[in-house]
């Protein structure tokens, strides 16, 4: 579903919903991820840069993260 709210210009929603998923996990690293592109596509690019460093943090080898950022 968050995906869908992503490609149905519900971007917003998007980043409430990771945020509830981050809330009930926060070792998620691809929530982090996903909040970031989230971010990033409502133009929160220092937003996006820490949750891209977030989910770098806690999975060092996700090389689209670091991509990303």
């Known amino acids: 579903m968050l995906i869908a709210q992503m ?25 982090y991820y996903n909040r970031g592109v989230a971010k990033y596509n ?3 690019n220092q937003g996006a840069i820490a949750d ?3 989910a770098i943090k806690l999975k060092p080898d996700d090389a689209i993260a670091y991509y990303n950022r």
């Open 7 to 31: 490609g149905c210009s519900h971007k917003q929603g998007a980043v409430a919903d990771y945020n509830q998923a981050i809330k009930l996990n926060p070792d998620d690293a691809n929530a």
């Open 42 to 44: 409502l133009g929160d």
């Open 52 to 54: 891209y460093n977030q």
